[in-house]
């Protein structure tokens, strides 16, 4: 026993640590992600000036939208090399890119002082950074699942998510701060020269060789090295189209997630602002949020582990489903912080539990040697076409209908996709890769 127990201990430490330094790039992205979101409405007057404050808020949210087409095509180009290189290098790439699109966005001077070339300056920085989300989640995911202990995959994944939330949580605190220390509807206001907005934004910049070093210090995965041949670029390419079933099924699976995430998260201060709610309440809301995100994606994962992926993930579309319209209709009549913050608590479940159980999903569904490349297509899919698109269309939503509990809808909609791929890949009680396998 206590031989087994001493050398037990430091895998146990070394997977903790690399579970750090993988998931640390996931700060970054959402960090950024979040604050775009938050201050769309400052950034909306900064680079895309009309009279109109809804149109220029539908043009930053707009802008935030086409860096996320730029998901699908990071996903097969940086996967590709990720399936072909390595995990550990790959993930240095994507984190050097992202940072780079930071910079550019966080430095660009508005509109006012060099006219268009702002708007086209900042939808470059969301290019680059779409660029390298497309690849980030599905990486990270894929190294996780490879350092997992046996039958624990779902909740070593699950992290990927969880990391997330530090960032989401740590931006709402500046967010709030910066609220509460300089009152005021605008974050146009400058401090030394320097716009409000930007300073989170310049957090972001000063933080960037912090992760760097922890991602330098990654190791490659066992399960990675022990591969007898890895795939060419153009192998990897023919798999992907080769299991393009597949990557539309686990598309599908991820809408749940992207869709419900981005409501409360990066739409949530548009949203709160919309039913007249003060900046802070909403930040503080989301703070919250951030914090059950991160407890319910383990939780998710672990459940997973023990009562398989298909009960969980239907389970809670399902009732994501039945109660996204009633619960937004309920908040909408009479907003109040209470009543927000009840609501958003309830998504964060749906999303913590059923992120924590989808990542494990999209893992396991995905051939092995390809891994990397058709995880990253699937999620890139469903964060370009659904997740990162909810800001915009929710806000088209309100505008088109007068409901401000029409958003329900586009997520209902993301709950049936869900529904409908999760019993699709699990029928007859094994997954469509395990069925098509058999087959051949």
Not at 328 to 348: D, E, I, N, Y
Request: aromatic share 12%; with cysteine; proline share 4%.
């Amino acid at each position: 026993m206590a031989q087994s127990g001493t050398s037990d201990t430091p895998q146990i430490k070394s997977r903790i640590g690399a579970i750090l330094r993988a998931t640390s790039g996931n700060f970054l992205e959402q960090f950024d992600f979040f604050l775009f979101g938050f201050y769309a409405s400052a950034i909306a007057k900064a680079f895309f000036p009309s009279e109109n404050e809804t149109a220029a808020l539908l043009n930053a949210f707009g802008v935030f939208w086409l860096g996320a087409l730029m998901r699908p095509v990071g996903a097969i180009v940086l996967g590709s090399y990720i399936d072909r290189i390595g995990r550990r290098k790959g993930l240095i790439v994507t984190l050097a890119l992202m940072a780079l699109g930071t910079v550019v966005i966080t430095i660009c001077p508005s509109y006012a002082a060099i006219g268009i070339a702002a708007p086209i300056i900042v939808l470059i920085g969301r290019l680059i950074q779409g660029f390298s989300a497309g690849v980030e989640l599905g990486g990270v995911s894929v190294y996780l699942s490879e350092i997992a202990t046996p039958g624990n995959r779902g909740f070593y994944t699950s992290f990927q998510s969880s990391s997330q939330q530090v960032a989401i949580f740590v931006a709402a605190i500046i967010g709030f701060i910066l609220s509460e220390a300089m009152p005021g509807d605008t974050f146009l206001d400058s401090i030394g020269g320097i716009a409000k907005w930007r300073i989170p934004f310049l957090v972001g910049c000063i933080i960037i060789p912090v992760i760097f070093f922890l991602r330098r210090t990654l190791e490659e995965t066992p399960e990675f090295l022990k591969m007898k041949k890895h795939p060419t670029a153009n192998e990897v390419f023919a798999s992907a189209i080769a299991n393009w079933r597949i990557v539309v099924l686990g598309m599908m699976i991820a809408v749940l997630t992207t869709t419900t995430f981005y409501f409360i998260t990066v739409y949530a201060p548009g949203f709160g602002k919309e039913l007249k709610l003060s900046a802070s309440d909403t930040l503080l809301v989301t703070l919250l949020v951030a914090v059950t995100n991160f407890i319910w994606n383990p939780v998710g994962g672990a459940v997973s582990d023990r009562l398989g992926r298909k009960p969980v993930l239907v389970t809670i579309a399902t009732l994501s489903f039945l109660t996204a319209y009633p619960a937004l209709h309920w908040l909408a009549a009479a907003p109040t912080f209470g009543k927000l913050l009840a609501v958003q608590m309830m998504f964060s479940f749906y999303f913590g539990v059923y992120s924590g159980t989808m990542l494990g999903c999209l893992v396991e569904i995905v051939p092995a040697h390809v891994r990397t490349t058709c995880f990253s297509i699937a999620f890139a899919l469903a964060a370009a076409l659904f997740g990162t698109f909810t800001p915009y269309i929710s806000t088209q939503l309100i505008k088109w209908t007068g409901d401000r509990a029409s958003p329900a809808c586009w997520l209902m909609f993301g709950a049936a996709l869900s529904i409908i791929a999760a019993l699709t890949v699990y029928r007859g009680g094994r997954t469509i890769e395990t069925r098509e396998a058999v087959t051949a």
